[in-house]
């Protein structure tokens, strides 16, 4: 019936994760020793990733029984539009892969914690030119120690909001939202834990965000992360 396929699809979609996730966070920890093949950087169209962002967390919110709500502002495509005319130059030098990884991971997380839904945002800052790709949830949000500690790696804090099905499958090694970090890191950028709160100060839920800056050149992280 419908509903064993539903339940099929999400079983799938989960150990799908879990096995890319073992092969990922082991060339991510190559990456934080300093590895400089850890990361592939090459010429990536921001539209045509963030296209890819909102269909990969989907499938994952869908599979854990959650609405997403993307919102993937302009000026997005503006960047193929500045490529030079033999299609380089003009892109920023991103590993796709590995934020897409990154992604995944902060949008696990958030469905561990969500009520009901997830929220998915890719923006460029038209001023400085910065990029943020953002995940949150309307959960409780972050502790007050996670927000300070979440991305270190090994920190295991209950809001520090590990993704569980990966984890229990052996893949995560307990590196929490610090794999999301050291990519970030690896891109030049970082990540912001931060809550959703109104005006009166209650938290409306849990927000996680990749920077990255405007350059083109990607760093590695730094081995005082690690």
């Given at each position: 019936g419908v509903l064993?396929?539903?339940?099929?699809?999400?079983?799938?979609?989960?150990?799908e994760a879990a096995l890319s996730m073992d092969a990922f966070v082991?060339?991510?920890?190559?990456?934080?020793?300093?590895?400089?093949?850890?990361?592939?950087?090459?010429?990536?169209?921001?539209?045509?990733?963030?296209?890819?962002?909102?269909?990969?967390?989907r499938r994952l919110?869908?599979?854990?029984?959650l609405a997403l709500e993307a919102s993937l502002a302009a000026p997005l495509p503006g960047?193929?539009?500045a490529t030079s005319e033999d299609g380089s130059g003009a892109l920023p030098l991103w590993d796709a892969d590995a934020l897409e990884r990154a992604v995944l991971n902060l949008a696990g997380n958030?469905?561990?914690?969500?009520?009901?839904?997830?929220?998915?945002?890719?923006?460029?800052?038209?001023?400085?030119?910065?990029?943020?790709?953002?995940?949150?949830?309307?959960g409780p949000g972050f502790s007050p120690e996670a927000l300070k500690h979440g991305a270190e790696r090994f920190y295991r804090g209950d809001a520090s909001?590990?993704?569980a099905a990966v984890e229990a499958a052996g893949a995560?090694?307990?590196?929490g939202l610090s794999?999301?970090?050291?990519?970030?890191?690896?891109?030049g950028g970082r990540l912001e834990l931060s809550n959703l709160e109104d005006a009166g100060g209650n938290v409306l839920g849990g927000r996680a965000a990749i920077s990255l800056p405007a350059e083109q050149h990607p760093s590695q992280p730094s081995p005082a992360h690690g």
């Open positions: 064993g396929e539903q339940q099929a699809a999400s079983a799938q979609a989960i150990r082991a060339r991510i920890v190559e990456a934080s020793r300093g590895r400089e093949d850890a990361l592939r950087p090459e010429p990536v169209d921001p539209a045509a990733l963030a296209g890819r962002l909102e269909d990969a967390v919110a869908s599979a854990r029984g960047a193929r539009a958030a469905c561990d914690h969500a009520r009901s839904r997830v929220t998915l945002s890719f923006s460029r800052d038209a001023a400085s030119g910065a990029y943020s790709i953002a995940v949150g949830d309307d909001r590990a993704n995560h090694f307990g590196l794999i999301a970090s050291d990519i970030a890191i690896a891109h």
